[in-house]
């Protein structure tokens, strides 16, 4: 299948689960899925408020802070995660109580979700300058660059894919190696996701 660029500005909105705030749903399998079926989902969110997370039961999630001055996340054993813009990416269990409190005004986050049992995903920062490689043996890779000005140049499937800040490519089925080249220094998750076996 082609690469697909996932653009916020045209990606489609939709409130959250618990009614709290809103979503921008990048996208989601298989196509037309909702909350409840979905396989595996990305989105992003702008958070203005503290508030308690949306269940997601039998879902695993990983969240980063894409934008703003992070967020402190409180889980229900007492523990606490900071998240600050292009950092640590937490992981947990989409039926996990946990609530978020906004460190210093809103935040815009990265919320990556599969399915347990029939979805694992894992996602990764990069920070570099010039080219580098990277390898992909996953169904579905994600690609989103989130940082600054420069366009983040992707070779992928025989073609050059440019990003600019906030926008991602979802490689679906192109296992190979990747080719990324950014002319200053840039920051990038990338989330691999693949089917489990059964």
Not at 27 to 51: C, H, K, M, N, Y
Not at 103 to 119: A, C, V
Not at 156 to 173: D, F, K, Q, R, V
Request: hydrophobic content about 45%; some cysteine.
């Amino acid at each position: 299948m082609p690469c697909t660029l996932l653009d916020p500005a045209t990606a489609r909105a939709m409130p959250w689960k618990n009614g709290g705030g809103s979503t921008v749903e990048l996208a989601i399998s298989p196509v037309g899925a909702g909350l409840e079926d979905f396989a595996w989902r990305i989105s992003t969110a702008q958070v203005a408020v503290d508030g308690a997370f949306s269940s997601f039961p039998d879902i695993d999630r990983s969240l980063a802070v894409l934008a703003g001055n992070g967020v402190c996340l409180h889980r229900a054993d007492g523990q606490r995660e900071m998240l600050l813009s292009g950092g640590a990416i937490a992981v947990f269990g989409g039926e996990e109580a946990i609530s978020a409190h906004l460190l210093d005004g809103p935040i815009t986050d990265l919320n990556l979700m599969t399915r347990r049992g029939h979805w694992t995903h894992q996602v990764q920062l990069l920070k570099w300058q010039g080219t580098r490689r990277l390898e992909n043996d996953a169904a579905v890779m994600l690609l989103l660059w989130n940082g600054g000005q420069t366009a983040v140049d992707v070779n992928a499937g025989g073609a050059m894919h440019p990003l600019t800040a906030g926008n991602g490519l979802l490689i679906e089925n192109e296992p190979g190696q990747l080719h990324l080249h950014a002319h200053r220094p840039a920051l990038l998750y990338v989330a691999w996701l693949n089917p489990c076996a059964h």
